[in-house]
């Protein structure tokens, strides 16, 4: 059977644009060997596939073999010595030793080489935007507000034209009518006929101030709405480049910690191994078993913030609970509840299974091959300067232009209120038609015909125009002094941001080299214990000291990545062609 190494499925986001998959590229730590979507993840400091097995070794007996046992523990082996001699092997199966655990190789600087090496085919930054565009829902509530907001621009202008009203009305009438007559009698007469009238008017503002500050009101809000609209657009990249840097950084987490796991659960059996045979002391293995312990629980913690990562960027690509994503995350080996996968190649037969065995070698040093650091090339900054994107933001920041926009909107209300006070003169036409209209037209038929001028002058309104209008003129300049604020705030971010790109490239620098001063330190610190001259805890302090280099180094070029995309948004650059030149930066 074969052997089993640490390692995550594929994670798939949706079944739209192609299907485009989101690996979790998590099988990083996959031990000395595993495959990834048919692609063989290496083992070893070399990468390279294993070959066959050694039989396993008799227990040593002379202190050579006890300083090789010594040895195997520092650098993360199992020592054959403890493992019971195991059957022949089975025609096309992989000979393994039953006690030497192929994760045992698998020293944390291999682990942290192949995790370089496992981000092929996944989901892009690029490709995720289209997704958010058409399934956000914020953004699609964006979209609605503005569509509503766009109507004002035909509303606006309706009050300029002209208003055609008609009307129709029949009615029939009875009673009685009585009329005073001579030396004080009355006449009466029954009355029962019907009456009926219609018009038609036509009403065209000539000089009406109130109509066209409506219309230059109803324009400016349309105008709000564009820009509300762009705002949004501009929010969710953000929040989308947010979500996705936290999701990578939360998979690159749990591959570092479970590498790290890895290491230290290979080491324990190794310092175990030695101790069951008088060859190391109880205090080591106890401090990697309590180091193990803590690097267990980190593990749990980070797959749970891997999980909520994961759903929060779900939640803006409008991925549901249904989709693969979920399902295949969560799928794994039966056999094996830890999730371990398999170092057999989908589809591969145990024969054609490459073994796992010359890894061992591999491990004695650190990988120092260009592979093992992978080269960070962001695009250039351009422009280099930080007034020049200051500039840009003033000109064509997106929160800024919404802001503006309601400056315009409070100005139109404040002629709005003024207008009040005008007087208004409209040109009126008018055709009616009346049959029996009323008792004095009883049995007549009339016909008229109106065309004229209506002067409408306001004297007084109980002092409603004028406070009206004095809160308009208040509102506006609360909307002056929100923009102003808006464009201090915009700017002071411009400012962070260029500070952390051009920051974060030295820090970045900086730590390349302590992640290579690490690989370089722990190296030493296995040949020292190899040796005998060196402790447990000194090697268990370079691992530390490697992984949160190396997690640092992430988070760096994470951090780096985002505050070059909350810059460029910032500066009102096209989004998608800054999530095509981000998206493409490896890590």
């Known amino acids: 059977m074969a052997g089993w ?40 400091s070399d990468g390279g596939a294993p070959a066959a097995a050694p039989a396993p070794a008799a227990p040593p007996s002379d202190p050579a073999s006890a300083a090789s046992a010594r040895a195997a523990a520092g650098s993360g082996s199992v020592p054959a010595e403890s493992a019971a001699a195991s059957g022949p092997s089975e025609p096309g199966s992989v000979a393994l030793q039953p006690v030497h655990d192929p994760r045992a190789d698998a020293t944390l600087a291999d682990a942290l080489d192949r995790l370089d090496a496992a981000r092929a085919r996944s989901l892009t930054l690029a490709q995720a935007w289209p997704l958010a565009l058409a399934r956000d829902p914020a953004y699609q509530a964006a979209i609605s507000a503005r569509l509503a907001f766009g109507t004002f621009r035909d509303q606006g202008l309706a009050l300029l034209l ?133 690097a267990r629980a980190d593990v749990i913690g980070a797959r749970a913030d891997l999980d909520v990562a994961q759903r929060a960027l779900q939640a803006i690509i409008g991925v549901t609970d249904r989709s693969p994503v979920l399902s295949i995350a969560q799928d794994r080996t039966p056999a094996d509840p830890a999730g371990r996968a398999s170092t057999e190649a989908p589809g591969q037969t145990p024969a054609e299974a490459p073994d796992l065995a ?28 930080l007034v020049d994107w200051l500039d840009q933001a003033r000109a064509r920041n997106t929160q800024i232009d919404a802001d503006q926009a309601k400056v315009r909107v409070a100005e139109a209300d404040v002629w709005r209120a003024a207008s009040r006070h005008a007087p208004t003169l409209n040109l009126v036409a008018a055709w009616a038609k009346a049959d029996s209209e009323n008792l004095s037209t009883l049995s007549q038929r009339t016909n008229t015909y109106v065309l004229g001028l209506q002067l409408n002058v306001p004297i007084f309104s109980g002092g409603y125009d004028s406070a009206l209008h004095a809160q308009t003129r208040d509102q506006a300049r609360q909307a002056a002094h929100t923009l102003d604020a808006t464009v201090e705030r915009t700017l002071v ?95």
């Open 162 to 294: 002209p208003q055609v009203q008609a009307g129709y009305s029949r009615s029939r009438i009875n009673g009685l009518r009585r009329q005073p007559w001579l030396f004080g009698r009355t006449i009466e007469s029954v009355l029962e006929y019907d009456s009926t009238s219609a018009y038609v008017q036509l009403q065209q503002p000539l000089l009406d101030a109130g109509r066209y500050a409506s219309y230059r009101w109803a324009n400016a809000r349309a105008d709000q709405g564009d820009a509300d609209w762009a705002a949004a657009r501009s929010d969710l990249a953000l929040r989308l480049s947010k979500a996705w840097f936290q999701l990578l950084a939360a998979q690159s987490t749990v591959a570092l910690r479970e590498g790290l796991a890895d290491s230290l659960e290979a080491q324990a059996a190794g310092q175990q191994a030695l101790f069951a045979h008088s060859e190391g002391s109880i205090t080591d293995a106890r401090q990697i078993q309590a180091r193990l312990a803590n």
């Open 358 to 385: 010359a890894a061992a070698a591999a491990a004695e040093a650190p990988d120092q091959t260009p592979a093992a650091m992978p080269v960070f090339a962001p695009p250039l900054l351009e422009p280099a300067r």
């Open 5 to 44: 190494g640490w390692g995550w499925g594929w994670i798939r986001l949706g079944r739209g644009a192609g299907a485009l998959a989101l690996a979790a590229s998590l099988a990083a730590c996959a031990g000395p060997g595993a495959w990834l979507e048919g692609t063989w993840l290496g083992g070893g």
């Open 493 to 587: 971010e411009v400012t962070r941001q260029y500070s952390n790109v051009t920051g974060g490239e030295e820090r970045i620098r900086a730590l390349e080299s302590a992640v290579r001063a690490g690989r370089s330190s722990l190296a030493a610190a296995r040949k020292v214990y190899r040796h005998g001259l060196g402790s447990i805890l000194d090697l268990l302090r370079k691992q530390d000291y490697l992984f949160q280099a190396r997690a640092q180094l992430i988070q760096a070029r994470l951090d780096y990545l985002q505050a070059r995309v909350a810059l460029e948004v910032a500066a009102g650059r096209d989004l998608a062609e800054v999530f095509e030149r981000i998206g493409a930066v490896g890590l």
